[in-house]
């Protein structure tokens, strides 16, 4: 991983995400980017509006300037708009690794991800 979040990595069993001091859905996209190999956070889930602040809030706060989202749900275009407005630019598509292998494999496949970029606040 490019980068490294040490409040997750340092994280006791059993603790919320508000103790361990990261947005949930960054969290979560950290530990998918993990698991799959890839080198950014990948946002594979819905992102909820709502929670667009916090997620970029903390990513200035732990030095996450890059992040990918491979997730399809259907309102994703007002949700990357959302991500622009508040000061991320869209950087175009990138192929990021799937969290898991499929049955029979090792290999994580390859899937379409949009790359952001977070500006300083």
């Known amino acids: 991983m490019k980068y490294t979040i040490e409040a997750i990595e340092n994280a006791k069993p059993g603790m919320r995400w508000e103790e361990i001091g990261c947005q949930?859905?960054?969290?979560?996209?950290?530990?998918?980017?993990?698991?799959?190999?890839?080198?950014?956070?990948?946002?594979?889930?819905?992102?909820?509006d709502h929670d667009i602040?916090?997620?970029?809030?903390?990513?200035?706060k732990l030095g996450i300037k890059e992040f990918t989202i491979s997730s399809?749900?259907?309102?994703?275009?007002?949700t990357i708009a959302k991500f622009e407005e508040l000061g991320c630019t869209l950087d175009g598509i990138v192929k990021v690794?799937?969290?898991?292998?499929?049955?029979?494999s090792d290999e994580h496949a390859l899937i379409p991800a949009f790359k952001m970029?977070?500006?300083e606040a």
Do not use: M
């Not at 969290?27 to 594979?44: I, M, R, T, V």
């Not at 602040?53 to 200035?60: F, G």
């Not at 399809?72 to 007002?78: A, G, W, Y």
């Open 72 to 78: 399809t749900f259907s309102s994703l275009i007002e």
């Open 24 to 48: 949930w859905t960054l969290g979560q996209a950290y530990l998918y980017s993990k698991e799959a190999g890839n080198d950014l956070p990948n946002f594979a889930d819905v992102i909820w």
């Open 117 to 119: 970029t977070v500006k």
């Open 53 to 60: 602040e916090a997620i970029l809030a903390d990513c200035r």
């Open 97 to 104: 690794k799937e969290r898991y292998t499929h049955f029979g």
